[in-house]
């Protein structure tokens, strides 16, 4: 016994206790940038492809129309990179905004704003400078593109609050997290459709469906601070609501899809398009049947394997593309 009370790894090495264990964030990069990029969530990559998934969708979707170009490469790339500073930019400011809540929740208090790690200021100028990074990519895009881009600030602002006046949050989060099934296509063809409203709206769903399952992991905590959810809202009725969702999603997707490549009467194009949907339906299906909605590791597990979801979608749509 050396009279000394050994610390939690968390607290010792400034990792955020949802981490990826063994991330590059807290063992490679260097020192000083550790808490910025826990700010940008780089330790926890998933909402990065939950951000981009829709950009890839609506640009593959939109090249299976017309036809696949050398710039739309430059698109897929610029829009990976642009959802890696803007997810690092909005968490930022999530966390700015939510320094107080972040404080009374287990999976939250050790995040570097509630932890001491980074001070408001310093998040601030962190924010502005990824914000501008993510702006001058933005800006070799088109110039409907770059509006599109713009307007998206709006739904990034408001999210934080969603949770303090609405059980609906996770609705609030869809609205911002899929506006690239906008972008995308308008970065491609120069002007927007229904095709790609209705496959943003097919994001949004989703996005209800995977935030619910994420949602589940707080419940508690959130219960006694007053924070607002859909997993709060729908308890023990989550399953029901979850297989609305997936429904929904499928049909809004298919839609978009038999919207867009009907036109084109080019079946083999067609059939492709048409299993991004439904490969998309199965693995959310296949994600269902394996929640504990009381188990916070499994609500954990099953939220990151959402990116295989979307991922599944776009290599349908890609292969569209190609085609």
């Known amino acids: 016994m050396t009279g000394k009370t050994e610390m939690p790894e968390a607290q010792v090495t400034g990792q955020v206790a949802d981490a990826y264990r063994g991330n590059w964030v807290d063992h490679t990069a260097p020192a000083f940038s550790r808490p910025y990029l826990r700010l940008s969530r780089a330790d926890r990559p998933i909402g990065t ?21 050398p710039f739309d490469l430059w698109l897929a790339l610029g829009c990976g990179l642009g959802a890696f500073l803007m997810r690092g930019a909005g968490c930022t400011w999530n966390d700015i905004t939510d320094r107080d809540f972040d404080g009374k929740v287990a999976r939250t208090r050790s995040r570097p704003i509630p932890s001491g790690q980074v001070s408001v200021k310093q998040a601030v100028g962190w924010m502005v400078a990824q914000t501008a990074l993510a702006a001058a990519i933005l800006f070799t895009f088109n110039w409907a593109a770059i509006g599109m881009g713009v307007l998206a600030l709006v739904p990034v602002a408001v999210y934080p ?41 097919a994001g949004i769903i989703w996005t209800l469906f995977y935030d619910t399952i994420y949602a589940h992991q707080d419940k508690e905590d959130d219960a006694l601070i007053g924070v607002k959810s ?3 809202l729908f308890g023990a009725n989550t399953h029901r609501w979850l297989t609305l969702f997936l429904i929904l999603t499928v049909v809004l997707m298919t839609a978009a899809v038999l919207l867009a490549l009907v036109p084109l009467s080019n079946p083999a194009v067609l059939a492709l398009g048409l299993c991004a949907p439904w490969a998309m339906g199965w693995h959310m299906l296949w994600q269902m049947r394996r929640l504990d909605i009381d188990n916070p590791d499994t609500c954990l597990w099953l939220f990151r394997k959402s990116r295989d979801t979307g991922l599944w979608a776009a290599l349908f749509l890609a292969g569209a593309a190609i085609l």
């Open 49 to 69: 492809w939950l951000l981009l998934l829709p950009c890839w969708w609506s640009i593959a979707l939109a090249a299976a129309t017309d036809s696949l170009r």
């Open 161 to 201: 609050f969603a949770k303090r006046f609405t059980w609906w949050p996770q609705a609030f989060l869809g609205i911002a997290f899929n506006w690239g099934a906008l972008l995308g296509w308008v970065a491609h063809k120069g002007s927007l459709g229904l095709a790609p409203v209705l496959l943003y709206a």
């Open 230 to 232: 859909t997993a709060r």
